[in-house]
């Protein structure tokens, strides 16, 4: 609860007076919400669908792990199924291909490191939704599982924890048999390995721990004159026998994966300027990968973070041409993260497109590019739903979030959008009409 004696919100909060907002729309309309019960039941990231059901991640606000929401009638979306999360772990992301449905487990950030966590994947047969039958479970070590590709049904690959590594890197695991899973590749960057020499100092507190310009706060341990970043895999995208990875401060790389046991470097395009790389989007038809940065902090203590479209011509040597312009508005004020998230994926099944993308902003919701000249890209349409009716959430320090946090989306190939919100409001499905 907020204390109204305060004259001043919290950093985060947004600017008194302006904490409720309408919704703000051009090109959508909302036809379906599911609030979960409202905050924090309604904490959702990443959402896919499968037949007339959404499978939702949650992010760890609430003790959930992996929910499924009857979206049959879009204007009345319910919650039919539900697991819990395991004790001090998220279960934030969620693949699936054909009847097989693979979920992360990460240890929760907010948890003590001593905490015990569970690290690695399950994998469900979802051939009967709403039900979710266990087939198998998959360790991984360290600090466990956040992003990972799974789409041709056969690979997972996973940003995976490994405790001989200083960070997350790139496992492939073999799911032909889903119930025993195996390990069948991996890739680090060179000096991720534990004991290897590498040129920076890698960066262990929280990714909000950073000073007014949206740099980290320098360890005091870090030697003087060496780069202090976070070498982390994020998230790979795999299209053909090309994995684009999206690399935590260190850019762009691209991975020849036609040999799954031996994942080939192509190129790496670390952009000293570009931290906290989150997505490459690959447009491979255009010789193009969309490539954006993630803002994390809720306190208004970043950088601008960025969303670069490449030039994939000669793919040992990528280049930007241009950038995806940023939302207009006021939303750095309002508090909360304000800058790029996620990105609707052109997965198999879904609407698929290189020439318009879907990316979310935070708190400035969902925003759509035309990319038909990627020398001059420009935003066609967007929605911000309307601020949702909870009291302001407090996410460490004295920094509280009242604005809505929209974390993911994914368009079905009816044109139908579907936005989570992480922060308690659920799901919301709409129409274009554009």
């Known amino acids: 609860m907020v204390d109204a004696s305060r004259t001043k919100p919290a950093p985060g909060r947004g600017k008194p007076g302006k904490e409720m907002r309408k919704e703000e729309n051009k090109g959508f309309r909302l036809i379906g919400h ?17 037949d007339n059901f959404l499978i939702c991640g949650h992010p760890g606000r609430s003790d959930a792990g992996v929910s499924v929401v009857d979206v049959s009638n879009p204007r009345k979306p319910r919650v039919v199924n539900q697991l819990p999360a395991a004790k001090n772990t998220h279960s934030n992301k969620v693949q ?9 487990n990460e240890r929760f950030p907010f948890s003590k490191p001593a905490e015990l966590f569970k690290a690695g994947i399950d994998m469900y047969d979802i051939s009967r939704l709403p039900e979710l039958r266990p087939l198998a479970y998959f360790k991984t070590g360290g600090e466990g599982v956040h992003r990972f590709w799974f ?8 940003t995976a924890g490994d405790d001989g590594y200083i960070d997350q890197i790139l496992k ?3 799911l032909k048999d889903p119930a025993h899973p195996k390990e069948v590749g991996r890739w680090a960057l060179p000096g991720m390995k534990k004991g290897e020499k590498r040129g920076w100092h890698q960066y262990e507190r929280g990714h909000a721990d950073k000073n007014p310009d949206g740099t980290y706060k320098r360890p005091p341990d870090a030697p003087a004159g060496m780069e202090v970043k976070k070498a982390s895999l994020h998230l790979p995208i795999v299209a053909g026998d090309r994995a684009y990875c999206a690399w935590w401060d260190s850019g762009l790389v691209i991975l020849d994966v036609s040999d ?17 790389t989150h997505t490459a989007l690959p447009l491979r038809d255009r010789n193009l990968c969309i490539v954006s940065d ?38 750095v004020e309002r508090g909360g993260r304000s800058g790029p998230h996620n990105a609707h994926e052109n997965r198999p099944g879904s609407f698929i497109s290189s020439e318009r993308v879907y990316w979310t902003f935070f708190n400035a919701g969902l925003r759509v590019y035309d990319i038909r000249d990627a020398y001059h890209p420009k935003e066609i349409a967007h929605y911000v739903p309307a601020t949702p009716k909870r009291e302001p959430i407090h996410v460490g320090g004295n920094v509280e979030v009242l604005q809505v946090q929209v974390d993911d989306v994914y368009v079905a190939e009816s044109g139908l959008v579907y936005l989570s919100e992480r922060m308690g409001d659920g799901v919301y499905i709409l129409e274009p009409e554009f």
């Open 294 to 331: 993630e803002y994390t902090s809720y306190a208004g203590i970043d950088s601008e973070k960025k969303i670069r479209v490449f030039d994939l011509s000669d793919e040992r040597h990528p280049k930007v041409i241009s950038e995806l312009p940023q939302p207009q508005g006021d939303y």
């Open 260 to 276: 799954v046991s031996n994942p080939k470097l192509v190129s790496h395009t670390d952009l000293k300027e570009s931290m906290q």
């Open 172 to 174: 492939i695991i073999d």
């Open 96 to 104: 699936i291909a054909g009847d097989i449905l693979v979920v992360n």
């Open 34 to 50: 599911c609030d979960f019960g409202g905050s924090p039941r309604g904490d959702i990231a990443q959402l896919l669908p499968k």
């Open 151 to 158: 789409a041709d049904g056969r690979y997972a690959y996973l």
